[in-house]
């Protein structure tokens, strides 16, 4: 009798992720408010925090779009408009129109098929730039007791000579990349690296880095949660030329060098001995 207590106990606590995981979590919601901190390696300068915010209703070429704004995006303690967005909720696409543009262009797509790709625009010269976006895996993370479907992506263009292309993180459905919602594409900025801290929904959080991590760490290569031995063996296994189930190369390149090599090997040894 015990054993059947403690199972429905058990079935309690994970219903409520469970129980949301066919719905679609739309991205452009008024009040939604993505909270991001700048890291700069050079000692001259300093870290910052900054967010951007959806706020206000436009209309562009007959489509109805809300109003992206950022706030102390350079330290300035300024507020600025970014860009206007609108969404596809059937088919898991959101379309921006750049600052003073009246043409739409993809920024993301959740419904990529694994192992496929997909042609996005950079929010700066989106008419110059074509970026073929590849869904590496599928998974359902857990936020605040929501699912939502999440791509392990990278990009490729024609001037990337990495064998595996450049990383982009998660592209979390409704929250967008860990790496802010602007920022489907690139890990790194000059000087520094900005990322994604917190999303917030009418002052509720949705999402954290920290969680995300937590279900998600570095060096996770098949995906499961953890980090132990099973990852630093398939990739061994594939440096020397053999094939391993469920192993993930983008997730792989841990250093984010756009190629897999020994030193992807002593950070995942360092991870498990820690």
Not at 176 to 182: C, T, V, Y
């Amino acid at each position: 009798m015990k054993s059947y207590f403690f199972l429905f106990i058990i079935a309690l606590s994970i219903a409520p992720c469970y129980a949301q995981s066919l719905q679609y979590h739309p991205f452009v919601e008024e009040g939604k408010v993505w909270k991001m901190k700048y890291h700069t390696e050079f000692p001259q300068y300093i870290d910052y925090d900054y967010c951007y915010y959806l706020e206000g209703d436009t209309l562009i070429d007959n489509v109805a779009c809300k109003k992206m704004y950022a706030y102390n995006i350079n330290n300035t303690n300024t507020k600025e408009y970014q860009l206007a967005l609108y969404e596809d909720n059937d088919n898991g696409i959101v379309y921006f129109f750049p600052k003073d543009y009246v043409v739409s262009y993809v920024l993301y797509d959740f419904n990529i098929p694994l192992d496929s790709t997909r042609i996005i625009k950079p929010i700066l010269s989106p008419e110059e730039w074509d970026i073929s976006m590849k869904n590496n895996a599928d998974k359902l993370f857990c936020f605040n007791g929501i699912q939502r479907h999440s791509l392990l992506v990278n990009y490729e263009y024609k001037y990337t000579t990495r064998p595996l292309g450049l990383p982009a993180g998660w592209w979390i459905e409704g929250v967008g990349s860990e790496l802010g919602p602007l920022n489907p594409c690139y890990f790194y900025l000059a000087g520094g690296s900005s990322y994604l801290v917190e999303c917030e929904m009418n002052d509720e959080s949705i999402f954290t880095i920290s969680d995300l991590r937590k279900q998600n760490p570095m060096g996770d290569i098949n995906i499961d949660g953890i980090v132990n031995i099973n990852d630093l063996m398939q990739l061994v296994n594939y440096l020397v030329g053999q094939t391993t189930v469920g192993f993930i190369p983008a997730a792989a390149d841990v250093n984010h060098s756009g190629k897999l090599d020994l030193s992807d090997v002593m950070f995942l040894v360092n991870c498990i001995v820690k």
